[in-house]
């Protein structure tokens, strides 16, 4: 009995705090347990910065991946028709300003050009329109991200570089950088990923060569061992 009325007694002690803190009365109020802890910028970077470039404390975009995706693979492509477009433009150009640059192509007669006598003009001009036309094709295919991005306006110019950073920043966390993993074949910058289930893809064959990367190296170092 006496064993018994004492564990009774500690079972008693066990439980009261259980007890109190779920009594409902009128006299004592439950405190709330489920507050909202408000961080600032600078301790984010920080966290950030501790936790590594891949940090589980990421700030929502504003533009969906999805759009993001979408939005870049449409800049990709009037990139490449603007090139083109823009070869076509200088090529044509040229066409019409050789022969004010150059009266000998009418004629026919030989040209000298950098201490170098008896050159062709059909074949001079030819030559200057075509390298015209590549300068002009590179000019048009690099600046025209830029103009699309500032025609579109600042907030959506900000939120897809926002979005292109973090995107570039995962792509960098997963990549395998091996030069015996990686293939001509490879999607190595991420353009072919469209949506978050090719993004997953591309993420699990990325693991998939750092784990046979891992595998050759340990490979070699048991066989340097016991060599």
Not at 43 to 61: A, E, F, H, V
Not at 95 to 102: G, H, K
Request: proline share 4%.
């Amino acid at each position: 009995m006496t064993c018994l009325g004492s564990l009774r007694r500690c079972n008693s002690l066990f439980w009261r705090p259980y007890h109190r803190c779920f009594s409902t009365t009128s006299a004592e109020s439950i405190p709330s347990t489920s507050q909202v802890v408000e961080i600032d910028t600078e301790t984010k970077n920080r966290i950030r910065l501790i936790c590594g470039r891949y940090s589980p404390i990421q700030d929502r975009l504003a533009m969906p991946f999805v759009e993001y995706a979408s939005f870049k693979h449409k800049l990709k492509m009037w990139k490449r028709v603007v090139g083109v477009g823009g070869y076509m433009l200088g090529l044509s150009v040229c066409v019409q300003v050789s022969p004010l640059i150059i009266p000998q192509i009418t004629t026919g007669e030989p040209i000298a050009l950098f201490g170098i006598e008896g050159l062709d003009p059909m074949f001079v001009g030819m030559v200057g329109s075509t390298i015209t036309a590549i300068l002009t094709a590179w000019m048009f295919f690099i600046a025209y991200p830029t103009v699309r991005l500032t025609l579109s306006g600042a907030e959506v110019k900000g939120n897809y570089l926002e979005r292109e950073r973090d995107f570039n920043r995962r792509l960098n966390e997963y990549r395998c950088i091996e030069q015996a993993e990686v293939g001509h074949d490879d999607d190595y910058y991420g353009d072919k990923i469209r949506d978050l289930s090719d993004y997953r893809y591309w993420v699990r064959v990325q693991q998939i060569k750092h784990e046979s990367a891992n595998k050759r190296k340990e490979a070699k170092l048991f066989q340097f061992k016991n060599n």
